[in-house]
């Protein structure tokens, strides 16, 4: 079971997880063995990853062709071309300074200058729910109505006793 999590191996020995990490502090050849296992099989998918990215990746194929009234089989590879998510995969994060994919949204005030926040903590609450409130024309898309309170509908009493039953 190689790459296996703490918890998968300690399932596998048949011991909970606390047991299983104990193990590991208490016994050092045990934590360097479960490491060895886990670099193996890291290794293993870095390898198959390089392959798919770099177009150096086959597997066997056999196909069969009728010829006449006879059948062969034909036994060969299978190529697969460089593949782009792999690509993408190993640049981003092999190469990150160069090709990791970022996005920023920097905000600024005047002259690149920090915005200054120059309004009371009533007055920006009062501008947030202006924010939210129905508009004159009849706009409804507000989850508030004109005091500022929800519009969503609570629950009759008779509904809320029978979700209390239910329980």
Known sequence: MRGGTDSEIAMT?????????????????????????????????????????????????????KYKDSFETLSMRKHFPPDFSSIQ??????????????SAVEACGPGGKPIELTAGKGELVDALLDLVKPKPDGDSSSPLDSDGHSKAKSPKPEQKRAKKKAR
């Open 13 to 65: 020995f048949g011991i909970g997880l606390t047991l299983f990490k104990k193990w590991k502090k208490q016994y050092p050849t045990f934590r360097e063995a479960i490491e060895k296992g886990r670099t193996r099989a890291d290794a293993a998918v870095v390898e198959a990853l390089f392959k798919r990215a770099t177009g150096k990746f086959s597997i066997p194929h056999t196909e069969v062709i």
């Open 89 to 102: 995969y190993w640049l981003n994060n092999r190469a990150r300074e160069h090709w990791q994919q970022r």
